[in-house]
């Protein structure tokens, strides 16, 4: 009974319902959508380096080593000489191990020197490798890599010279020996696609005429000699490392952090991870609440709505007060309108964002590198959303029991 007044009294306000139903969609469209964004960039977050075992570097905190050697933030307090790197790389745990060359820029681009391991080893997004889509990897000494946000900033194309900048804030280029774009690493959403990659030796070729940081005055190698040389590094920066056995991380990790040559740190990468998102995840908390304060402001606005309406409906509430229905009946009918509206709102809420999710997913995917899950509602949203129904219950609850107290007089009163 009480179901089809609330079901009729609905359809008699039609447009100002449906204004607030969509209202109310939008709003939980936005809130659950949030939930997603934070969710998949966790996820991202996470796994910006997936099976990478270790990363090694100069002994220093573990955030600090996770950002300069993955995220490209930052600098090392030292390097690692090439002598520990090959101990390092020569221990029978180790399955293989790629180095890392950082300190050299291209127009606020980290540039980083590597081996053609990189780009087998190196794993994102829970185990993807990098693809190459356009061009090829390091073949020769003055081939250069670059990522996805690097080549649509700047403009490059395969073929395109690159000159790099010594150090970091320098207004020294190596502009005598410069690069070329041989190949565009497609988006990942990771700190690849803000770098520029070459090899190692390439890092050493374009240093030979610097000694202490600085160009020796008057003196340019020819590119021919320089070819010639023997490049091998004399230090890196990092180093990722993959082991035979998991059970053989910890072993591994002992021994490196033990290191009698020269001090060294080795840590786990989702451990760092875990201790990095604990330090920026307060931004998350404040998409919550922002997204939060939407549905708050939703449900104030059908609440306003139920108050503006029930000067409307004084005579129809006296009228059913004269037909015998109790004070109860009239509370339920607008506390149960109230739900309806939202569970309404609700279901329709969570059927625009994944239409919109399956409609943009794809295209977030190639312009942010950012993978947002399509998976059915877990357990938190369905919770989310009976928090929704709940707390429309509860902003009901106001205009519902002044319509109660409604006195029979009041609601028949002619008012001119």
Do not use: C
């Amino acid at each position: 009974m009480i179901l089809r007044l609330a079901l009729g009294s609905l359809r008699a306000r039609a447009f100002t319902v449906a204004l607030t139903v969509l209202a109310i969609a939008l709003s939980v469209a936005l809130f659950l959508g949030v939930e997603k964004v934070r969710t998949g960039a966790r996820a991202s977050f996470a796994d910006t380096i997936s099976g990478t075992d270790l990363i090694v570097g100069a002994r220093s905190g573990s955030v600090q080593l996770l950002l300069y050697s993955v995220f490209r933030i930052g600098n090392a307090t030292n390097n690692i000489t090439w002598e520990s790197y090959q101990d390092i790389a020569a221990r029978d745990e180790v399955d293989w191990i790629v180095p890392i060359s950082l300190g050299d820029s291209h127009r606020q681009f980290r540039v980083m020197g590597t081996t053609q391991a990189f780009f087998e080893h190196y794993k994102y997004r829970g185990g993807r490798a990098l693809e190459i889509p356009e061009g090829h990897g390091l073949d020769d000494l003055y081939d250069a890599v670059i990522g996805a946000d690097v080549a649509a900033t700047l403009g490059y194309e395969i073929g395109d010279p690159i000159v790099v900048s010594h150090g970091l804030a320098s207004f020294t280029e190596h502009d005598n020996q410069p690069f070329r774009v041989a190949g565009i690493v497609a988006r990942t959403g990771t700190p690849v696609d803000r770098t520029v990659i070459v090899s190692l030796e390439a890092i050493e070729a374009i240093h030979v005429d610097w000694q202490s940081g600085a160009q020796i005055p008057g003196q340019v190698t020819p590119v021919e000699r320089i070819r010639a040389m023997d490049l091998k590094p004399t230090a890196i920066t990092a180093a990722m490392v993959g082991v035979q056995s998991r059970l053989q991380i910890f072993g591994l990790q002992r021994w490196i952090n033990e290191y009698s040559e020269e001090p060294l740190l080795a840590v786990l990468p989702g451990v760092a991870l875990q201790e990095l998102w604990q330090i920026v995840g307060i931004a998350e908390t404040a998409l919550v609440g922002v997204s939060a304060m939407v549905v708050v402001t939703a449900l104030l606005g059908m609440t306003a709505m139920i108050f503006s309406s029930l000067n409307e409906r004084r005579r129809e509430m006296a009228i059913w007060r004269a037909m015998g229905a109790r004070p109860l009946v009239i509370l339920g009918l607008l506390v149960l309108e109230a739900v309806l509206m939202a569970a309404l709102g609700a279901v329709l809420g969570m059927a625009l964002l994944y239409a919109a999710l399956g409609v943009s997913r794809p295209l977030i995917d190639a312009a942010f590198g950012l993978w947002l899950p399509l998976d059915p509602p877990g357990l938190t949203e369905l919770w989310g959303l009976l928090g929704v129904v709940g707390a429309a219950a509860l902003a009901s609850l106001l205009p519902a029991l002044r319509a109660y107290r409604l006195s029979l007089a009041d609601g028949m009163m002619v008012r001119v």
